[in-house]
C-alpha cells in the first residue's frame, strides 16, 4: 500500500462517525478512551482553555508546568495528526505525554485530518493553491518561496471543527494554547495582531505566563526525570534545515522515501514545486554541506503550534 496520501480529493464535509440530525447539522459523535470509557464533552462557560499541542519541545514544556501546577488545567488537549509527523512525536506522546496528563486527569485528543479536515492532503478544493511551504522556480533564473497555508488549513481549521462537532465548544467560545516561546515573539506578535488574540482566543503560556526559551523548556522537561523530547516536524516539510533532512534519510528512510514520494506527486500538479531550496528532486540532494546558522527558518522552533 502506498503511504502518499489522496493529493487531490477534498475531504467530504462530514467526518466518518458523524451524522446530520433532521436539520442537517451534524450531531456530536461520543470519543472514548482506550479502556472504553467516554470522553467528556465541554460543560459551558465564557470559553473553554484548549492545548493545542504540536507534540514537540514547547508542548512538552507546557505538560510539564500543568502537571506541576505552575498552569491551571485546560479543559482540553488536542494534537493534529497531519499524517505526515515524524514517528518520533507518537513515540514520544504516548510514552511520556499521555501518561503525565493522566495523572492530572487530562487526556489527549489526536485528531486525524482523514478525518477532520476538509481540504486535499497537499492543494485546495480548486488545486489552484499549493498548501504546503515548497519552493519554487516558475521564474526563470531564481527561486522563490511559496506561502505555507498547512497550518491554518489542518491544524487551526480542523482542531477548530473537531473541538465545535466532538466536545461541543462554538469556535468564538475556543481560546487556544499555542507553545511558542520567547525565541519565536515575532511568530506570536502576528498572531496577537489578529481578531482571535482581541478577543481572547489565544494564549501563549511561555510568553506570558511562564516565559521561557527553548533551551529553558527542554531543561525543564529533562527535570521531570522525562527523557529529552524530540523536535516536532512533518517528514515532508520543505522548513527543514539540510542536517534535518541529513537526519531523515540516514535514520529515518521510510519517512525520506515517502518525502520523495509526495514530491513526485505534488509535481503532477505542480511541475515547479520543490521541497528543497535547491530545486532539484528530493532524492538526488547532497544533504552533507553545513547549515547556515544564520539563516531564518520559518520553524525555528520544531512545527506548527509546537
Not at 458523524?18 to 464533552?41: C, H, K, M, N
Not at 495528526?81 to 486527569?105: C, F, H, M, N
Not at 539563516?295 to 520544531?302: I, L, Q
Request: with cysteine; proline share 7%.
Amino acid at each position: 500500500m502506498s503511504t502518499t496520501p489522496d493529493l487531490i480529493t477534498p475531504r467530504d464535509s462530514t467526518p466518518t462517525g458523524v451524522f446530520a440530525d433532521a436539520s442537517g447539522s451534524p450531531t456530536p459523535v461520543q470519543i472514548t478512551t482506550g479502556a472504553g470509557s467516554a470522553l467528556p464533552r465541554w460543560s459551558g462557560g465564557s470559553v473553554a482553555n484548549i492545548f493545542s499541542s504540536g507534540g514537540g519541545t514547547q508542548s512538552a514544556a507546557i505538560t510539564a508546568l500543568i502537571v506541576q501546577g505552575r498552569l491551571p488545567k485546560p479543559d482540553f488537549v488536542c494534537i493534529v495528526d497531519t499524517e505526515r509527523e515524524r514517528k518520533t512525536t507518537w513515540q514520544y506522546l504516548d510514552a511520556v505525554i499521555r501518561p503525565a496528563l493522566r495523572s492530572v486527569g487530562v487526556e489527549v485528543h489526536r485528531i486525524r485530518v482523514a478525518e477532520w479536515a476538509t481540504n486535499g492532503t497537499c492543494f485546495s478544493k480548486d488545486l489552484n493553491t499549493l498548501l504546503l511551504p515548497a519552493f519554487t522556480n516558475q521564474t526563470v533564473g531564481s527561486v522563490g518561496k511559496l506561502t505555507g497555508f498547512c497550518s491554518n488549513k489542518w491544524k487551526v481549521e480542523t482542531r477548530q471543527r473537531y473541538c465545535r462537532i466532538v466536545l461541543g465548544v462554538p469556535t468564538n467560545q475556543q481560546r487556544a494554547w499555542i507553545g511558542f516561546s520567547l525565541d519565536e515573539v515575532r511568530r506570536a506578535v502576528r498572531m496577537m495582531a489578529g481578531e482571535d488574540y482581541a478577543a481572547g482566543l489565544i494564549r501563549f503560556p511561555l510568553i506570558h505566563d511562564a516565559p521561557m526559551r527553548r533551551q529553558s523548556s527542554i531543561a525543564l522537561v529533562e527535570k521531570m526525570g522525562w527523557p529529552t523530547p524530540p523536535r516536532s516536524a512533518c517528514w515532508n516539510c520543505p522548513n527543514q534545515s539540510d542536517g534535518e533532512w541529513r537526519d531523515l534519510k540516514l535514520n529515518h528512510p521510510d519517512e525520506f522515501a515517502a518525502a520523495c514520494a509526495l514530491e513526485i506527486e505534488v509535481q503532477k500538479v505542480d511541475p515547479f514545486a520543490w521541497f528543497h531550496v535547491s530545486c532539484v528532486p528530493l532524492s538526488e540532494v547532497d544533504f552533507t554541506a553545513p547549515d547556515d546558522l544564520f539563516a531564518d527558518r520559518a520553524c525555528s522552533s520544531g512545527g506548527c503550534f509546537t
